[in-house]
C-alpha cells in the first residue's frame, strides 16, 4: 500500500517493534487484562495529530486517544497551562476548599451550555462520573427512582453508569445485578431500523420515541416514578450512530409532559466533535442535564456535569468527589475552550468532515464491505457488513481493516458490533484526512480482496 505524500505516517520497523514487544511483555505481567486493545501501539509522544511509538515509528492518530485529545496531542497552550498551574498549586481538593479556577471554568462552561442557564457544575474525574453525578442527581431532584435508556448506549463502566449502558455483553458479564430501576428501549438507528429506507426514517425514529407513551407508561412504567430519560445525541461505542432531530424532539415533548428530566450524555460527543459545542444542538432540543468528559481537558482526566440551576438542589454531602475539578485539570480545559474558540476549531470540525464524508459518500457503492457512512463534523462512522442486502455485521473484517489501517500508520479504533470510528482532533486539515482516507480506503479493498 503506497501512502507516498508530502505529509504522512512515517513505519521504519516491522509492528510491533523491538522496544514495543519488549513493553508488551512486561504489560503482559502486570496490567489488568480487562483492558481492550485494537492493536500493539507502544505510545511514547505525541504532537498534534501524531504519535511515534517506542520504536520511532510515526503515525496519524484518528482516534485522537479515544475523542479525547481534542485540541491535539501535546498543544502548546494546553501544556503551557499545565505546567503554569503545576507550578502553583495541584491540590486541596474543591470538595472541601475552593479553587478560583473552579469557578472561572464553571462561568465559561455556562455560556456554552445547550441550554439556557443559569446553570450549576458539577466536578469529577470521567464521563462514568459525570453520568453517576447525573444519575444520582435526577433521582434527588424528582424523588422518583425509574430512568430510561437505549439498547446501544454506553454510559460508562462504574455500577450506576453500567446500569445505564446497554452496548456490549461482556461489559455487563458477571457483574450483576445491575442498580434497579432501568429499561432500556430501541434507539432509532435508521440504517438497521427503518424498514422501507430512508424515506421512513422519520416515521421510524418518531415510532421509537412514541414507543415510551404508547407502550410502555400503558404497560409497566408508571410516567410518575420516571426520574429521566439518559440518551446520546450520536452513540458512541453503539457505533456512531445519530438520533435523528425529531426523535430528540419527541423525547423532549414527553419528558416536558411528565415532568421527566432530559439528560444527554455529551461525553464523546461534546467540545466541539460534530461542528457544534454539543451535538444536541443540531437538534434545536434543550436538554435539562448536559454530561461531558473525553475532550474537554486535551487529556487531563475531567468529567463535568452540567445542570439547569434549579435541578441541581441537593444539599452539601450529597455528592462529591476528591480530585474532581483539580486546578491542573481545570487548567488544562480553560486552555482547551480558548485554543477551540480562537482557532476556530468548531468550523474546521465541520469543514474537514463534511470533506471526508462527500469523499467517503459512494464506498457503499464501491466497495462490497462498506453497509453505511454516517457522521457529524470529526464524528463518523463506517459501518463494515458481510452482505449489503443483509447488513450481517462484519466484525472480523472491522478488525481486519484497522488493523491493516496500523500497519500503514493510521489509528482508527472500532465501536458498535461493526463500525470503524473516525474521530481525529478537531485540528486535523483535509491534507491529512486525505492521507488517512487513502489508507482507510485501500485497507477496506485489501481485506475485500481476501475476504
Given at each position: 500500500m503506497?501512502?507516498q505524500?508530502?505529509?504522512?505516517?512515517?513505519?521504519?520497523?516491522?509492528?510491533?517493534?523491538?522496544?514495543?514487544?519488549?513493553v508488551?511483555?512486561?504489560d503482559?505481567?502486570?496490567?489488568?487484562?480487562?483492558?481492550?486493545r485494537s492493536?500493539?501501539?507502544?505510545?511514547?509522544?505525541?504532537?498534534g495529530i501524531?504519535v511515534?511509538d517506542?520504536d520511532g515509528?510515526e503515525f496519524?492518530?484518528f482516534?485522537a486517544?479515544?475523542?479525547?485529545t481534542?485540541?491535539?496531542?501535546?498543544?502548546p497552550?494546553?501544556?503551557?497551562?499545565?505546567?503554569?498551574?503545576?507550578?502553583e498549586?495541584?491540590?486541596?481538593?474543591?470538595?472541601?476548599?475552593?479553587?478560583?479556577?473552579?469557578?472561572?471554568?464553571a462561568e465559561?462552561l455556562?455560556?456554552?451550555?445547550p441550554m439556557?442557564?443559569?446553570?450549576?457544575?458539577?466536578y469529577?474525574?470521567s464521563?462514568?462520573e459525570a453520568?453517576?453525578?447525573a444519575?444520582?442527581?435526577?433521582?434527588?431532584?424528582?424523588?422518583?427512582?425509574?430512568?430510561?435508556?437505549?439498547?446501544?448506549?454506553?454510559h460508562?463502566?462504574?455500577?450506576?453508569?453500567l446500569?445505564?449502558?446497554?452496548?456490549?455483553?461482556?461489559?455487563?458479564?458477571?457483574?450483576?445485578?445491575?442498580?434497579?430501576g432501568?429499561?432500556?428501549?430501541?434507539?432509532?438507528?435508521?440504517?438497521?431500523g427503518?424498514?422501507?429506507?430512508?424515506?421512513n426514517?422519520?416515521?421510524?425514529?418518531?415510532?421509537?420515541?412514541?414507543?415510551?407513551?404508547?407502550?410502555?407508561?400503558?404497560?409497566?412504567?408508571?410516567?410518575?416514578e420516571?426520574?429521566?430519560?439518559?440518551?446520546?445525541?450520536?452513540?458512541?461505542?453503539g457505533?456512531y450512530?445519530i438520533?435523528?432531530?425529531?426523535?430528540?424532539?419527541?423525547?423532549?415533548?414527553?419528558?416536558d409532559?411528565?415532568g421527566?428530566?432530559?439528560?444527554?450524555?455529551?461525553?464523546?460527543?461534546?467540545?466541539?466533535?460534530?461542528?457544534k459545542?454539543?451535538a444536541?444542538?443540531?437538534?434545536d432540543?434543550?436538554?435539562?442535564?448536559?454530561?461531558?468528559?473525553?475532550?474537554?481537558a486535551?487529556?487531563?482526566?475531567?468529567?463535568?456535569?452540567?445542570?439547569k440551576?434549579?435541578?441541581?438542589?441537593?444539599v452539601?454531602?450529597?455528592h462529591?468527589?476528591?480530585f474532581g475539578?483539580?486546578?491542573?485539570?481545570?487548567?488544562?480545559?480553560m486552555?482547551?475552550?480558548?485554543?477551540?474558540?480562537?482557532?476556530?476549531?468548531l468550523?474546521?470540525?465541520?469543514?474537514?468532515?463534511?470533506?471526508?464524508?462527500k469523499?467517503?459518500s459512494?464506498?457503499?457503492?464501491?466497495?462490497k464491505?462498506?453497509?453505511?457512512?454516517?457522521?457529524?463534523?470529526?464524528?463518523?462512522?463506517?459501518?463494515i457488513?458481510?452482505d449489503?442486502?443483509?447488513k450481517e455485521?462484519?466484525?472480523?473484517?472491522?478488525?481486519?481493516?484497522?488493523?491493516?489501517?496500523?500497519?500503514?500508520g493510521?489509528l482508527?479504533?472500532?465501536c458498535?458490533?461493526?463500525?470503524?470510528?473516525i474521530?481525529?482532533?478537531?485540528?486535523?486539515?483535509?491534507?491529512?484526512?486525505?492521507?488517512?482516507?487513502?489508507?482507510?480506503e485501500?485497507?477496506?479493498?485489501?481485506?475485500s480482496?481476501?475476504?
Open positions: 503506497s501512502t505524500t508530502l505529509i504522512g505516517p512515517k513505519i521504519i520497523t516491522a509492528l510491533p517493534g523491538p522496544n514495543a514487544k519488549r508488551l511483555a512486561e503482559g505481567k502486570y496490567i489488568s487484562p480487562s483492558y481492550t492493536y500493539p501501539l507502544v505510545a511514547q509522544r505525541g504532537r501524531v511515534t517506542v515509528n496519524f492518530d482516534s486517544g479515544i475523542a479525547v481534542s485540541t491535539g496531542h501535546c498543544h497552550q494546553v501544556v503551557a497551562a499545565i505546567q503554569k498551574q503545576a507550578a498549586l495541584i491540590h486541596m481538593s474543591g470538595t472541601d476548599f475552593y479553587y478560583e479556577n473552579m469557578v472561572a471554568l465559561r455556562s455560556k456554552i451550555a439556557p442557564g443559569p446553570h450549576k457544575i458539577y469529577g474525574n464521563g462514568a453520568i453517576e453525578c444519575l444520582k442527581l435526577a433521582r434527588y431532584h424528582t424523588k422518583r427512582q425509574n430512568v430510561i435508556a437505549f439498547f446501544g448506549a454506553f460508562g463502566r462504574t455500577m450506576g453508569a446500569s445505564l449502558t446497554a452496548s456490549k455483553p461482556q461489559q455487563k458479564r458477571r457483574f450483576g445485578p445491575m442498580v434497579p432501568v429499561t432500556h428501549i430501541r434507539y432509532p438507528d435508521v440504517y438497521r427503518c424498514e422501507g429506507g430512508p424515506q426514517a422519520e416515521a421510524f425514529a418518531l415510532g421509537c420515541a412514541r414507543f415510551i407513551e404508547d407502550k410502555l407508561f400503558k404497560t409497566t412504567l408508571a410516567p410518575e420516571v426520574a429521566a430519560i439518559f440518551v446520546e445525541p450520536v452513540q458512541g461505542e457505533g450512530v438520533a435523528p432531530t425529531v426523535f430528540m424532539q419527541e423525547l423532549r415533548r414527553i419528558c409532559r411528565h421527566i428530566l432530559l439528560v444527554v450524555d455529551e461525553v464523546q460527543s461534546g467540545i466541539g466533535r460534530t461542528g459545542w454539543w444536541i444542538e443540531h437538534t432540543v434543550h436538554p435539562d442535564i448536559v454530561c461531558s468528559a473525553k475532550g474537554i486535551s487529556g487531563m482526566p475531567l468529567g463535568v456535569t452540567i445542570s440551576a434549579e435541578i441541581m438542589d441537593w452539601p454531602g450529597s462529591a468527589s476528591t475539578g483539580n486546578p491542573v485539570c481545570n487548567a488544562a480545559a486552555a482547551t475552550l480558548d485554543v477551540i474558540e480562537h482557532d476556530n476549531l468550523q474546521n470540525a465541520t469543514e474537514v468532515g463534511n470533506h471526508m464524508m469523499r467517503m459512494n464506498w457503499p457503492g464501491k466497495h464491505l462498506v453497509g453505511d457512512v454516517r457522521g457529524r463534523g470529526l464524528m463518523i462512522g463506517v459501518e457488513v458481510k449489503q442486502k443483509t455485521y462484519g466484525a472480523a473484517e472491522r478488525d481486519r481493516i484497522i488493523q491493516t489501517a496500523f500497519e500503514h493510521i482508527f479504533l472500532g458498535g458490533p461493526s463500525t470503524i470510528r474521530a481525529p482532533p478537531l485540528i486535523v486539515t483535509k491534507e491529512e484526512a486525505d492521507v488517512a482516507m487513502d489508507v482507510l485501500e485497507s477496506i479493498s485489501t481485506v480482496q481476501g475476504a
